[in-house]
């Protein structure tokens, strides 16, 4: 658990707070999104975490511990860091990356190996092909893909992920927001996830930090912040997703396809997008099952199509 308390910094004396009196608690083994529009403070609030940014005033406690008790090594072994571009040593190859720092903290060389070949598979990387490559011999996705195992390496119980999809393509974003899930839910780390993208945060997270001038505009579950705005900033912000809002005159019936509808949420054909949305939110479901007059299944409405309007065959 990572609890800031009135947690405050100023760039200089006379430019306005860019993170102002911000408390927030990031609960263990859960993804947490910082979300809001360019400028807000999303990033300067991640590294205050990590210390790589001093705050101003206010408290950092990580497992109850107040962070400036922590060396500043100390405290980043224990956080995995992935940012936009993920910066991998060019020199070295895949497999160094990702064991450098095990090998900073001095494993045996025989388990270093063992990680490195786990950390790729878990990453969706075949080691025996991957790990004697070089950084310029990846695509976007497969280096950001590297950066997620290195981060994870030391197996850190928190990880810091400030727009790591940002640079990739949507087919490759999806592809890595799926994987960090998948790694996510198996090792129950704690995420903060900056990001300005709505339908990411919506899919990633179980909590919600809408953030707005520095300050929280919002702090709940997807479902809160999309059905519950708090406020008229919270409304416009999450409603003004193009894809989000055209949701409301979008049948689900109109997005089945065919698909495994076991064990999924059951919805009518004629309920909109938006309530198929609110209900995989809630349900914590990639797909709802459509169900069409008489009771039977018609096919599977999945998230990734919510945004795709059916009629723009874009699809
Ligand atoms: N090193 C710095 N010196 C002075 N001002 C800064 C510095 N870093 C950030 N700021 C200012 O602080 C505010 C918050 O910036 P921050 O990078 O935290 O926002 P953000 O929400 O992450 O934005 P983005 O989504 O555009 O990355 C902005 O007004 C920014 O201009």
């Keep these: 658990m990572i609890e800031l308390q009135g947690l405050t910094k100023s760039y200089g004396d006379t430019a306005a707070a860019a993170v102002r009196d911000l408390s927030l608690t990031f609960p263990a083994g859960r993804v947490t999104a910082l979300l809001g529009p360019s400028g807000c403070g999303k990033t300067t609030t991640l590294r205050m975490i990590n210390r790589l940014i001093q705050p101003t005033s206010g408290t950092v406690r990580l ?5 400036r008790e922590l060396s500043p090594e100390a405290l980043r072994r224990g956080m995995g860091y992935v940012i936009q571009r993920v910066g991998l040593f060019p020199h070295l190859t895949v497999g160094r990356n990702v064991a450098a720092v095990p090998e900073l903290l001095g494993w045996p060389a025989a388990r270093v190996r063992a990680r490195v070949d786990e950390l790729l598979g878990l990453v969706g990387l075949e080691p025996g092909v991957y790990r004697g490559k070089r950084p310029a011999e990846l695509s976007g996705g497969q280096a950001q893909r590297v950066g997620v195992a290195r981060a994870l390496a030391a197996d850190p119980p928190v990880l810091l992920m400030d727009e790591p999809f940002g640079a990739l393509d949507p ?3 999806e592809a890595l927001q799926g994987k960090v899930l998948e790694i996510q839910r198996r ?8 990001t300005h993208d709505i339908p990411e945060a919506l899919r990633m997270a179980d909590q919600i930090a809408l953030m707005q001038s520095g300050e929280l505009a919002q702090f709940g579950s997807p479902d809160d912040l999309v059905r ?5 900033f919270v409304a416009q912000f999450m409603g003004q997703d193009a894809a989000l809002e055209q949701l409301g005159g979008v049948r689900v019936g109109a997005l089945a396809r065919p698909g495994d509808a076991h064990g999924l949420p059951r919805l009518p054909a004629e309920a909109d997008a938006r309530t198929a949305l609110a209900l995989m939110l809630r349900q914590g479901t990639d797909a709802v099952a459509v169900v069409g007059e008489g009771g039977a299944v018609v096919g599977v409405a999945r998230f990734r199509d919510l945004g795709h309007d059916p009629r723009s065959g874009d699809a």
Excluded: E
Aim: proline content about 5%.
């Design 187 to 194: 090792l129950a780390k704690t995420v903060v996830l900056v």
């Design 171 to 173: 087919l490759a974003r």
């Design 228 to 232: 519950r705005p708090a406020s008229a």
């Design 63 to 67: 497992a109850g511990r107040d962070t």
